[in-house]
């Protein structure tokens, strides 16, 4: 069974510094999805990146990377020069199979981010 | 207006009572989903559906049913409300193009005394 593993329950850092927040996966498929949503204290869950499993390259989208290590089955959130509107929990997920197949998105647990001034 | 619309964004009951939560998408997706978030736990899928005749349990489907009434409408119910189903609920549809991203509701907050 496919399974994500935050260990992080809480982070903290200081505003304009980069801060690294880790996930761990579990699969036995070999076409897999990996994603990142920024939850803050609104409620709304917010898309911030996606890596394909056959993706060569690191995702980027502005501020935000995913340290991508295949055969570490790692999928790290890297927020560089953070800002205090970073403050949120985040939720790493994965999705079995190909993005045009019929499949479910499991979540992990969850890190709660806190950026300080 | 929102894509994926909830409602009723907060709900307070008490045991024993029916619950519906109902969901909406203006996406053209064909899947859709139900998840539940409680604190230190994350979301927790509880049923998802891929067409309106394919309804499939998830990791916590005991308590909870769903009728997904037309491609756009996904509800979810309680038959009977528990204490331990207070949480924030949340739909989410996704297509099987590109990345293949779930798309969410705004939430719904059931407490139930």
């Known amino acids: 069974a496919q399974k994500i593993t935050q260990t992080q329950p809480g982070m903290f850092v200081q505003e304009k510094e980069a801060v690294t927040l880790d996930c761990t996966y579990d699969?036995?498929?070999?076409?897999?999805?990996l994603f990142w949503y920024k939850q803050p204290s609104s409620g709304e869950m917010i898309f911030l990146i996606y890596q394909g499993s056959y993706d060569e390259q690191n995702a980027t989208e502005g501020r935000y990377s995913l340290n991508f290590q295949k055969a570490r089955k790692s999928a790290n959130l890297v927020i560089s020069a953070s800002q205090l509107g970073d403050s949120a929990m985040y939720f790493c997920a994965m999705r079995e199979g190909t993005s045009g197949g019929y499949n479910k998105l499991i979540f992990g647990a969850g890190t709660r981010l806190a950026v300080h001034p | 207006d929102a894509d994926v619309t909830q409602t009723p964004r907060n709900r307070i009951t008490k045991t024993g009572k029916r619950i519906m939560l109902e969901c909406s998408q203006t996406?053209?997706?064909?899947?859709m989903y139900w998840y539940r978030q409680d604190p230190g736990l994350g979301l927790r899928l509880i049923y998802y559906s891929f067409d309106v005749k394919d309804i499939n349990k998830g990791e916590i489907s005991d308590g909870y049913s769903v009728s997904r009434q037309a491609q756009a409408k996904f509800s979810l119910s309680l038959e009977s409300a528990i204490p331990n189903q207070t949480a924030l609920y949340f739909c989410?549809?996704?297509?099987?193009?590109?990345?293949?991203?779930?798309?969410f509701g705004e939430g719904s907050r059931l407490t139930v005394l």
């Open positions: 989410a549809t996704r297509s099987g193009d590109d990345t293949g991203e779930l798309f």
């Open positions: 699969t036995s498929d070999q076409s897999y999805g």
């Open positions: 996406k053209g997706h064909d899947r």
